[in-house]
């Protein structure tokens, strides 16, 4: 095996997400199928002996590309030296608890594990957070890794823009990968606003093709935004496989580049578009060298203005909820 192996840490390992992740990082859908793999896999120490399960059969996989597994407790271990990060563990809401009482359990959560990747991570470590609420624990995890460069920590909405994606392929009557310019903006949460005012498909303007304003607005937008709660009710269990999915298409445009196309993904804004700088939201971008660039400087309508401002709204609230946690 010619290439260094890259070290890559998943949180929550035990999960059902991870579940469904684990398998196809092994196989080489993120780094390619050149770059063998050595997995840190972090959980709960209740959790460890279904972890063990797990790590069994990734063995009984024999995938060429995985060369080494390792299960911690410990956030210090799992993070050492590696060069990214599936934040995906996160403590789910039980019953009778406030939303603010969610906040905060993350927060501590996210606070310590950003501060673990501030120790010990590679500085040029890649790290997605999916673990909700995604966009406030990524921005906890900014606070605690004041060492790590700006835009190390990132947060997951591409499931949001591949439900639009797909719903919008499906009523123009066109494959996927023929759209692009989509974006879906703001929180991952229901206030999340799916735009397809700049969306073309083959180089023609997708809201022309469609010509269904009012789709747009009265099922589009809210069937995106409800998608999880459907899934979670048809299913009985949130989303895990398209999850997996969403971070694997996060982080393998993030590492190996999108090809000029837009995709979104939750990152410190830098100011732009009314959205204040630090916060982590969602936003068109677009990835190339191993980096990813916010598309700036677009014309927004002034629904789309409102859309986005509702959910940064959102996202200061959370945001200031977790302010006390960080703080301490
Ligand atoms: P799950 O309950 O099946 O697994 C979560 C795992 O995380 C468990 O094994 C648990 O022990 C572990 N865990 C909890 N706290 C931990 C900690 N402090 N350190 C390490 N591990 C910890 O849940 P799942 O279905 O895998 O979902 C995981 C998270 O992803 C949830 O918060 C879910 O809401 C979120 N999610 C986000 C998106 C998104 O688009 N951003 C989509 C779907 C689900
Ligand atoms: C999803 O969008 O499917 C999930 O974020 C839902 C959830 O609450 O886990």
């Not at 594990?113 to 890649?126: I, N």
Request: glycine share 8%; net charge negative.
């Amino acid at each position: 095996m010619p290439n260094t192996p890259i070290k890559v840490a998943v949180s929550g390992a035990a999960g059902q997400i991870a579940y469904a992740l684990l398998f196809r990082l092994a196989q080489g859908d993120v780094f390619g199928p050149e770059t063998p793999i050595d997995l840190r896999l972090l959980d709960l120490p209740q959790a460890l002996p279904a972890l063990k399960g797990v790590t069994m059969e990734l063995d009984d996989c024999a995938f060429p590309l995985l060369t080494a597994i390792r299960t911690t407790d410990d956030p210090r271990v799992a993070f050492d030296d590696i060069d990214a990060a599936f934040l995906v563990g996160s403590r789910p809401r039980s019953k009778g608890m406030e939303r603010r009482d969610l906040l905060a359990a993350n927060a501590a959560i996210f606070k310590t594990q950003g501060a673990a990747l501030d120790a010990v991570a590679k500085r040029s470590v890649k790290v997605l957070v999916v673990g909700n609420p995604a966009n406030t624990n990524a921005w906890v995890a900014i606070q605690s890794a004041p060492n790590l460069p700006e835009g190390a920590i990132t947060s997951m909405i591409r499931l949001d823009h591949n439900r639009a994606a797909a719903q919008l392929a499906r009523k123009a009557g066109v494959s996927v990968d023929a759209i692009d310019h989509l974006a879906v903006w703001g929180n991952h949460s229901p206030t999340m606003f799916t735009d397809w005012s700049h969306a073309s498909v083959s180089g023609e303007r997708l809201a022309a093709r469609i010509g269904d304003d009012g789709w747009y607005r009265d099922t589009l937008i809210p069937e995106v935004a409800r998608r999880g709660t459907a899934v979670l009710e048809a299913r009985g269990a949130s989303s895990a496989a398209s999850a997996a999915n969403a971070a694997i298409d996060h982080m393998r445009d993030w590492v190996q580049g999108s090809d000029g196309r837009w995709v979104s993904m939750g990152i410190p804004a830098t100011g732009e578009y009314g959205i204040p700088a630090g916060l982590v939201c969602g936003v068109p971008a677009v990835c190339r060298d191993g980096r990813y660039a916010p598309v700036n400087s677009l014309d927004l309508d002034v629904f789309t203005r409102a859309g986005l401002a509702a959910s940064v709204q959102e996202l200061i609230g959370e945001r200031d909820a977790a302010l006390s946690i960080v703080s301490t």
